[in-house]
């Protein structure tokens, strides 16, 4: 005979119901969500990211900063030549220069990243008067133009002719690149010769006030002795 109990009930569902309550009949917990992990990981790859941008720039901004070599072809640059004093012996002057020879510089030789420059002065200034000659002398502005991260010596020394003489005449120097020689006053007493080996200028300014004197031959042979000593041969 069945147990009494509530209507619609029935045997054993008091010891079910409970159970069900506390165990199977509960809801599982909710999974967490994985996104906010997921923005984290982009946003460190992110960083990373314009780390290594950042560091491949900045490297490449001290590659190419002055301590690295320029980046222009200055295989055909000369690294030094003589300039200044340095550039004749008096003994070489002297044929040109009517009795005593002296010589000074005009200006201390200067050096800068992008150029050298010195200028020398031979002549008969002080003794001309008591050896009864003509006042003559050779003027020597020696030029050395070095590679810059624009350009390199060469297309310096290049531009250096034709913005500094504009009105020049082609002349024959001996192994040099290129010449110009410009005649100063009428009498022909004063003759000026620039000349271009790779990336050094030489400008050759010569006086004599002896009538007659070669003076045009004469600055044309200092210019080539003065291109001779930097040209390279064979």
Not at 154 to 179: F, P, Y
Request: aromatic share 8%; charged share 20%; with cysteine.
């Amino acid at each position: 005979m069945s147990q009494p109990g509530p209507p619609g009930s029935y045997p054993g569902q008091q010891y079910h119901q409970p159970y069900l309550q506390q165990g199977w009949g509960q809801q599982p917990p909710p999974r967490k969500k994985k996104t906010g992990l997921l923005i984290t990981m982009l946003a460190l790859g992110t960083v990373m990211v314009l780390g290594l941008a950042f560091g491949g720039y900045w490297f490449f901004i001290r590659k190419s900063g002055s301590d690295g070599p320029p980046p222009v072809d200055a295989s055909q640059d000369l690294a030094k030549a003589p300039i200044g004093c340095a550039l004749f012996d008096k003994s070489e002057v002297a044929p040109y220069i009517p009795g005593r020879t002296e010589f000074k510089a005009l200006s201390g030789d200067t050096t800068s990243d992008s150029m050298a420059q010195g200028q020398c002065l031979w002549g008969n200034t002080d003794t001309f008067l008591k050896d009864k000659v003509r006042a003559a002398h050779v003027i020597v502005t020696s030029y050395v133009y070095r590679a810059t991260r624009t350009k390199s010596g060469v297309d310096a020394a290049t531009e250096h002719l034709k913005r500094q003489v504009r009105n020049g005449a082609s002349v024959n120097v001996k192994d040099a690149d290129e010449a110009l020689i410009v005649e100063q006053g009428k009498r022909g007493h004063s003759v000026a010769v620039t000349a271009r080996y790779r990336n050094v200028v030489y400008h050759v300014d010569y006086t004599n006030q002896t009538d007659g004197a070669p003076v045009k031959d004469g600055v044309t042979a200092l210019a080539a002795a003065a291109i001779g000593k930097v040209a390279l041969k064979g």
